[in-house]
């Protein structure tokens, strides 16, 4: 299956009441699994669960 580069911008939970936005470009086979990869990369990174990372745009970035 062919990978795709795709934008995800959002913010996530840095501390009780502050979000902090992000803006990620990586590559996945489709919209739903660069989601899946976001909460993953973000979680792990800063070890936060689902609830405290938003997901605002998913975009397909054409080109190099």
């Not at 979000?19 to 070890?47: C, D, F, M």
């Amino acid at each position: 299956m062919e990978e795709k580069k795709f934008e995800v911008k959002g913010t996530y939970q840095e501390k009780r009441d502050f979000w902090k936005p992000y803006t990620k470009v990586l590559s996945a086979p489709n919209a739903t699994q660069a989601e899946e990869r976001i909460y993953a990369i973000i979680g792990s990174k800063h070890r936060l669960a689902r609830p405290y990372i938003k997901v605002e745009s998913i975009s397909e970035v054409s080109g190099e």
